[in-house]
């Protein structure tokens, strides 16, 4: 199972809400990924969790919060949020580093209104 | 800063075509260059990846060039078909998390 599986795919949430995405892979990798993306522009790096400690955060606002429940699992709980957050946010894992080639999610497309 | 730079912006080119993507780095200690194509809608896919210890590197249609000297790297793609119709991104690496990717380049292989 080559996979990494986000949810939802879709969500639109108000600056107000407070909502989760969540990341899913059982490949046994111990490297785990936060990215966003805007539209035509290259996916860049939030978090990374490496044995399930957060290893880096490239100075991402505290309204962005990530957890590590497991090996596993990778959530990002989002609370208010503005408009300009609505990206496609996506996960990836790799077995350590990146150059252990890196597997991404489809991503979860989220719209702040 | 841009670690990576990557051109064109986009290309168009027929079926049955050759395209060609460059990239070009300024850190030496990056050691690891992967591609990858992205479909809209989709997450990245890893394509084709290198290292400096090889000057090209095949893997069916796609092959990578690597220019150690120049700093220099290239994606080039066969007997494109529109299936390849995609953003395809290089990137580069030191040995950690962090990929340093280009801007990106947005192919259109037409019938």
């Known amino acids: 199972d080559t996979e990494v599986t986000q949810t939802p795919k879709h969500l639109v949430m108000g600056m107000t809400n407070k909502k989760s995405l969540k990341c899913e892979q059982h490949?046994?990798?111990?490297?785990m990924y936060w990215y966003k993306q805007k539209a035509k522009k290259p996916p860049e790096l939030m978090f990374v969790?490496?044995?399930?400690?957060?290893?880096i955060n490239e100075s991402v606002p505290s309204r962005f919060s990530p957890e590590c429940p497991n090996s596993s699992l990778l959530n990002l709980h989002l609370h208010a949020l503005q408009p300009e957050d609505s990206a496609l946010y996506l996960c990836?894992?790799?077995?350590?580093?990146?150059?252990?080639?890196?597997?991404f999610g489809p991503g979860t497309r989220l719209t702040v209104l | 800063q841009q670690q990576v730079k990557q051109s064109p912006q986009s290309l168009i080119v027929q079926k049955g075509g050759i395209s060609i993507i460059n990239c070009a780095y300024e850190n030496t200690a990056f050691d690891y260059f992967p591609w990858y194509q992205q479909f809209p809608g989709k997450g990245p896919a890893l394509l084709i990846a290198?290292?400096?210890?090889?000057s090209e590197k095949k893997e069916g249609r796609f092959t990578i060039s690597f220019n150690k000297s120049a700093k220099q790297f290239s994606l080039h793609i066969m007997d494109s078909q529109p299936g390849d119709s995609a953003t395809y991104f290089c990137?580069?690496?030191?040995?950690?998390?962090?990929?340093?990717f280009g801007a990106g380049t947005t192919v259109t292989v037409r019938a």
């Open positions: 490949m046994g990798h111990r490297a």
């Open positions: 990836a894992s790799s077995q350590t580093r990146v150059r252990d080639e890196q597997f």
């Open positions: 290198i290292r400096p210890d090889v």
């Open positions: 969790y490496s044995y399930e400690k957060l290893s």
């Open positions: 990137a580069a690496s030191k040995n950690d998390y962090k990929l340093s």
